[in-house]
Each structure stands twice: as C-alpha cells, then as structure tokens.
C-alpha cells in the first residue's frame, strides 16, 4: 500500500538554526509528493510539492526534492524563525489520486 | 483569498449524544473531502464527494457516521452517537477536481471532544 513515514519530532531549534526534517514514502508507481504546515489553531497549508522525479519544491525558505532512487522528500530550511514553529505534514498522491499524510513533525523554535 | 470555512471551531459534547459539523468549500470546488485527525497524527479520510455524490466513504463508521452535500455546495458530518473515541478534530478540504492531482485547501477543522 501507499504510506509515509516522516521523522519523530518534537524538534527543538534556536532561531537562524538548520532545520531538516526526513520523509521517506511507500507508493506503487510515481506519486506527487508535498509538505504541509499546520501553525496553531489553524488548518494545514500547502508549503511546497514536486510532481516528478529530482523536482525540487520551495517556498518561504524550505526546500524538498523528490528522490526516487531513495524514495524520499525531506524538508529542509538553512535559517528558521520563531513564525517557523508548526506541525509540518509530509505527504503524497498516489495514483488512486488519495492524499495521504505522515503522522506530523512538531517542530519549535526558540527565540 | 477564497477560504474553506468550518463551523463551530470547537464542540464538546457528552457521549451517546448527537453532533454535527458543517463546512463550505472554496466556490467552484467540486470536490469536498471530510478528514480526522487524531491528536500526534496525520489526519484521515473519512469521505469524499464529488459534487453532491459520494465517491470514497470506505473509512467512515457508517454506522454512526454519516455525510451529505445536498445541493453539491456545502456539507455536514454527523456522529450519532458520539463515542469517546471520537474526540479528534475534523477537517474539511475542498479542491477544483479528484481526477488528477489538485491542490487541497483545508480549513481550520472543528476540535471535537466527548466526555
């Protein structure tokens, strides 16, 4: 079946820190892949997506590209802020057209 | 910017009682998906519809849970009756289409707790 398994957080960062977060995936075929956020007390919002295979997604600072010799996406920032702290969602569209979401990074980043 | 509203943003309830939430997708969205998450996961889908018919509702409890898009606008999801188990927030997503991959818009979920 389809799935995604993403790093365990919490993450715990001082600002301008580096921030990865790994995300390896399980998919038939060649899957679209994303990363959400989801600050507090807010819905989840797209942050970036690539389509295809060595695709590079980027937005806000984060970047992810997809790797499909290691099947993964990881997300990554040089230089975090305090407004970075949020949930962040690795997921992916298989070919059945279903998202579906990694159990979330609680990610926090100190001043 | 055209956002999916939800409403109420939280509802506590007691368990065996009857409870719904309702959600108005992005105008001109035709697809409008209802999702669970629970509390240190990633949310689930529940239901699916394409405009006011359901095409994917293999994950909802049917026999406590149900979903409709009347007039293929906005929705309701019941839960009747609510269990303690049911306690997650519930998200509704909409997106211009399912026949492909489209960006899904989320709202900002109703916070269910049962007690």
């Known amino acids: 079946g389809n799935s995604v398994t993403q790093m365990e957080g919490p993450v715990t960062l001082s600002e301008e820190a580096f921030l990865t977060i790994n995300c390896t995936y399980t998919?038939?075929?060649?899957?679209?892949l994303f990363w959400y956020v989801q600050y507090p007390g807010e819905g989840l919002q797209l942050l970036l997506k690539a389509t295809k295979a060595d695709d590079k997604g980027s937005n806000k600072g984060f970047e992810a590209t997809y790797r499909k010799e290691t099947t993964s996406f990881h997300l990554e920032k040089g230089s975090v802020q305090v407004s970075d702290s949020a949930v962040y969602f690795c997921?992916?569209?298989?070919?059945?057209?279903?998202?579906?979401f990694g159990a979330g990074t609680t990610v926090t980043v100190r001043a | 910017e055209a956002e999916v509203a939800q409403s109420p943003r939280y509802k506590i309830t007691e368990k065996s009682q009857a409870v719904a939430f309702w959600c108005d997708p992005i105008s001109g969205h035709a697809t409008l998906y209802w999702y669970r998450q629970i509390l240190g996961q990633g949310p689930e889908l529940l239901v699916q519809f394409q405009d006011e018919s359901v095409v994917d509702d293999s994950q909802l409890p049917k026999d406590r849970f149900s979903a409709e898009r009347l007039k293929g606008v906005d929705s309701t999801l019941k839960i009747q009756p609510a269990e303690l188990g049911d306690s997650a927030m519930y998200l509704c997503?909409?997106?211009?289409?399912?026949?492909?991959?489209?960006?899904?818009?989320f709202g900002p979920g109703t916070r269910l707790t049962v007690t």
């Open positions: 997921a992916l569209i298989p070919n059945d057209y279903k998202l579906s």
């Open positions: 997503a909409s997106s211009l289409s399912s026949a492909g991959v489209y960006e899904q818009y």
């Open positions: 998919a038939t075929g060649y899957p679209s």
